[in-house]
């Protein structure tokens, strides 16, 4: 019963270090979803997936990268970390697209950069 | 730009009480609104989801309510126990942006 599953749970980095976040759903969803979450702000969209091989600019896009090669995995990577890139950072993923389906979220990953 | 906003930001009330969280956006162009709860260290769970054509959605002792046209929903939640205690949040998806927009939350503590 693993749903959405993410690893690393924690990391730190130095500045300019590289490191790829993965995401994992069991639920055969179609749509595949990176947030950020910072405090006193409302989790933010990074990029977004509709479907196997294809990735899309969310609201907060600058500093990272995605890629989906295969259906059930969803990768966010930081080529060149930087301070401001601390956060905790969430995976979601739906059946469907987010106006009609519930969104199903991993429990997080907290990376600090240094 | 689409804001969520959720007052108050924390909220403790003895166990037994009904309670009402408030989320108020400013785009009322929007597919549908969420509420999900967090609890601490943990990711988000889906509680409810109210499309904008629907008026309220209820799940158990939860009920949410929509009002589209002045930007409002009320999370309300019938006789709170200790297991209530988390951190509730909405957010809404505008039209066409395939975005979910959240709020800030509401933290709730619920007293034994």
């Known amino acids: 019963n693993a749903g959405v599953t993410q690893t690393p749970k924690f990391r730190v980095l130095k500045t300019g270090q590289s490191m790829t976040l993965l995401c994992a759903q069991d639920m055969n969803h179609e749509y595949m979803y990176w947030y950020r979450q910072d405090p006193g702000m409302g989790l933010r969209l990074i990029h977004y997936s509709v479907g196997e091989g294809t990735t899309a600019k969310g609201e907060v896009p600058d500093g990272y990268n995605v890629s989906r090669l295969k259906k059930q995995n969803f990768l966010l990577g930081l080529e060149s970390a930087a301070p401001s890139q601390t956060s905790v950072y969430f995976c979601?993923?739906?059946?469907?697209?987010?106006?009609?389906?519930?969104?199903?979220f991993g429990s997080g990953t907290q990376l600090s950069v240094l | 730009k689409q804001e969520v906003t959720q007052i108050p930001a924390a909220l403790s009330v003895p166990e037994g009480e009904n309670l009402v969280l408030n989320c108020s956006f400013t785009?009322?162009?929007?597919?549908?609104l969420q509420w999900f709860r967090q609890d601490p260290g943990k990711g988000l769970t889906s509680l409810l989801l109210?499309?904008?054509?629907?008026r309220e959605q209820t799940s158990g002792r939860l009920n949410a309510s929509l009002d589209k046209s002045s930007g409002r929903s009320t999370l309300y939640i019938a006789a709170s126990q200790p297991g209530d205690s988390a951190t509730y949040l909405c957010?809404?998806?505008?039209?066409?942006?395939?975005?979910?927009?959240f709020g800030t939350g509401t933290r709730l503590t619920v007293i034994p």
């Open positions: 979601a993923s739906s059946s469907g697209g987010i106006a009609n389906e519930k969104l199903f």
């Open positions: 785009d009322s162009a929007i597919y549908n």
């Open positions: 957010a809404v998806e505008k039209t066409g942006a395939n975005n979910l927009f």
């Open positions: 109210i499309q904008s054509s629907q």
